[in-house]
């Protein structure tokens, strides 16, 4: 059973998902998310230019909103940026990083890795590796798959590329090992709970998130009062922070910060306990892991 430091009932930590979005964002061809419905396949000019200045407002306004937000109330989050996010917005990387925020990584630029080859991934993840290591003098210490989705090749290219952590793992609260030989890699969930749920024209709002979130996060931490201890993550994506989103985030923030017994946390310090711990922790072979994709 997992057990967190000084016996915290429930581990919690934002996940910042800072995204470029391929060439064909806000065309009929996209596979990204958007707001509204794609345009007709027939239009005579085939791209919303609502879709590409929406996703604009990141790096116009919604990280520094963040960053701020996370400094007023003294905590640090995960950040997975695409590589060429970093080459791109060098200088809010660099702030990120300065600030104490755990700098993880999605692959190159957010392009699903079941559309890639072998050496497609490879090159995007080696490549991102390399725009950290550039960017902010460090590689990414873990990893998620855009719109989780990794690919049997996925594995392997993260334990040789040395990520320390993957949160693509939706079938668990608490973490667990995945072993390759002498090598581990810590597993997680990636969010309960995303502000991507009030993405959509389903009439959802982030006040609608907020109660979601709070639901959640008291039903798992009162597990871990019994004595089951679980954790959460909240994930947060820049472009989509604009004022009356943001305000509910601080709201979620004053439920948790009042809770003495959570571990507001990132996820390399709960890579780091889960390797100091193992015995409190489940581990998995890689090679069991890769039996559940089909072949193909």
Known sequence: ?????????????????????????????????????????????????W????????????????????????????????GKRVEMNPELAKEAAASGHDMGSENYEHTYPIMMTLDEERESLQKTVTAFKSVIGTAPTGYISPGHRP??????????????????????????????????????????????????????????????????????????????????????????CHGYRTRAIELLLDHVMACPDVWVTTRSEITDWVRQNPKEFATVSMDNVLKMFPVT
């Open 151 to 240: 690919t049997p090749n996925t594995f392997p290219l993260i334990f040789e590329l040395g990520f320390s952590w993957m949160s693509d793992f939706q079938g668990e609260d608490v973490p667990f090992r995945m072993c390759d030989g002498d090598r581990d890699l810590v597993c997680m969930p990636y969010a309960h709970v995303s502000d991507y749920q009030t993405y959509a024209t389903d009439g959802r709002t982030p006040r609608d998130i907020l109660q979601m979130a709070i639901d959640e996060f008291d039903v798992l931490r009162k597990e871990g009062l019994r004595g089951s201890p679980k954790m959460m993550g909240f994930a947060i994506h820049p472009f989509l």
């Open 51 to 82: 879709a590409v200045w929406d996703h604009e407002y990141a790096e116009a306004q919604g990280l520094r909103r963040l960053l701020d937000m996370f400094a007023d109330y003294n905590i640090r989050s995960t950040f997975v940026a695409n």
């Open 1 to 49: 059973m997992a057990k967190w430091p000084d016996g915290k009932s429930l581990a919690f930590g934002l996940m910042i998902p800072w995204e470029v979005w391929p060439a064909d964002i806000g065309t009929p061809k996209s596979n990204q998310r958007s707001s509204q419905h794609s345009v007709p396949t027939d239009a005579v000019y085939p791209r919303d230019m």
